[in-house]
């Protein structure tokens, strides 16, 4: 599984927005967040389709998030912005498998266990959370390279 750029974009969006206190402009975010301008547009109406951004006209106007970073998780970003976050075509609502064998499939039931350890463990974490436990790797890392080990 490989997210597509949107939903990279999209996480990049979410992350720099989580860093200011008051409305940005598109183009700020963009600059910082190394997103296209024209592309980040395509991304702000997805966002605020599914009411995690909302959006201010005029000079003092620009992007904001609706909630908080500890409140939108991976799941729901994915979910916005990937056409499926299964790990096998068997595991979408239509069962749908090629020997019609999804039932009694032993991959299938195997699958199903992969795909959920990646919701409830990893998807299911918050923007927030993700960026503390990268910041405490972060931190963990540079303590060992002071250390010389």
């Given amino acids: 599984m490989q997210f597509n750029t949107t939903t990279d974009y999209a996480i990049r969006f979410l992350l720099c927005m989580g860093n200011m206190s008051s409305p940005v402009s598109g183009n700020t975010v963009a600059e910082q967040a190394k997103i296209p301008p024209k592309y980040l547009l395509k991304i702000a109406r997805r966002l605020r389709e599914a009411g995690l951004l909302g959006s201010l006209a005029g000079a ?33 609502p239509d069962s749908y498998c090629c020997r019609g064998a ?23 974490r918050s923007l927030e959370e993700i960026t503390d436990m990268a910041d405490a790797g972060e931190r963990k890392n540079n303590h060992l390279r002071s250390n010389g080990t």
């Fill in 102 to 124: 999804s039932a009694d499939c032993k991959m299938h039931r195997y699958y199903e266990r992969i795909q959920e350890e990646l919701e409830s463990r990893w998807f299911s």
């Fill in 60 to 92: 003092k106007g620009g992007y904001y998030l609706r909630k908080t970073l500890r409140e939108i998780t991976l799941y729901e970003v994915l979910r916005i912005m990937e056409p499926t976050i299964k790990i096998s075509r068997c595991l979408e």
